[in-house]
């Protein structure tokens, strides 16, 4: 991770390179990748999540969370996944029509499901289908950038039309790059969301010290703003336990848990040699799940990150002991826009919801990161005004 360009680049199979595009994040290379990089990165900066994104986040959790009952069963799963992807379309094209977001939702996990499949032009093919997919969202990308340009927007076309209007970005590399976004926020986040509370389940300690806190910054914000409320950056700031919760959910049940790189030369590590043209793969969960490195490195324990010798591993930036977002030249540039809608998510559904699991359920990563089952539980909806 730490040597980008030099020694080692970001090498991904051919169905996946096509699928993301070549103006992709992800995906591009050197000079190219700096500057995608770089815009992406301005583009969620703190002042940008607090004046942006943390009023738009939470009108997306209340219209999703107004959608769930009393006594309902659910797949928190694709709830989940339903809540991410109208998070994303919300922020990065401005749409929020639940027809248009269940048609773009549709399309994206199509267009998911071929990323790592053959790369088969052939109909029936997962990378055909997917491939198609792809062409249809960025119709609908082109859409927006053409409104925009001419004033025909409804709303302010979201993270695409602030890209239009700064014209740092030709229209054909908008696509690419809002394509990449959506892939590697939708899933990560929704699967984070959906591990939190799995392991919250099994540990009914933290679930009450996680609910303790999320109590307390409600009431405070029920006295000044009625049943009804947004919370503010500050009550975001003052989650210390959620963070602790957050961070112990990535080191668990990360969704980044390997990379993909290629040698560009002969590299020599300890007593072997990598030959140019190489794949290696990191497996960040590896270093996650080391006993060398994590007491007890199995168990869900968000109590470990206030050790304050666990302070400097903590810095997800810059620690070789815990990296869920990456590192190095490709470290994930919505990193903290990630940590907020899932703290958000947390707030809401801990506030508004006891829980019963219904059906036994376990974690696999193959061939991506998911419950089994799918973590089907019961809600019984919590009265905010009785609960105070």
Known sequence: MQNEGRFFKSSYPKSFRDLVGKNGVITAQGDQHRKLH??????????????????????????????????QTILLQDVCRKLAINLMVNQLLGVSSEAEVGEMAQLFSTFVDGCLSLPVSLPGFAYHTAMNARKNIIRKIEKIIHETRHGECDGDGG?????VEEGSLRDEAISDFII??????????????LFAIYFLTTSPEAANKLLEE???????????????????WEDYKSMSFT????????????????????????????????????????????????????????????WRWMDPQNQDKRNWRTSPFYSPFGG???LCPGAELARLQIALFLHYFVISYRWTQVKEDRMSFFPSARLVNGFPIQLTKINLASSM
Do not use: C
């Not at 990449?180 to 969301?193: D, H, I, R, S, V």
């Open 214 to 232: 999320h109590q307390n910054i409600r009431n405070k914000r029920l006295d000044s703003d009625g049943e009804t409320y947004m919370l503010k």
């Open 328 to 330: 190095g030249a490709r």
């Open 38 to 71: 770089t815009i992406a990165s301005n583009m969620m900066r703190t002042d940008t999540l607090k004046s942006r994104f943390l009023i738009d986040i939470q009108l997306v959790m209340h219209q999703t969370f107004a959608t769930l009952h009393h006594n």
């Open 180 to 193: 990449n976004l959506l892939f590697a926020g939708n899933e990560t986040t929704a699967k984070t969301m």
């Open 243 to 302: 963070q602790n919760v957050i961070d112990e959910t990535l080191r668990l049940g990360g969704i980044a848990i390997w990379l993909m790189r290629e040698a560009k030369e002969d590299v020599e590590y300890q007593d072997y040699v990598i030959p140019k043209g190489s794949f290696v793969v990191p497996f960040l969960s590896a270093i996650h799940q080391d006993e060398n490195f994590h007491e007890k490195a199995n168990s869900f324990n968000p």
């Open 159 to 163: 993270l695409v039309g602030r890209l």
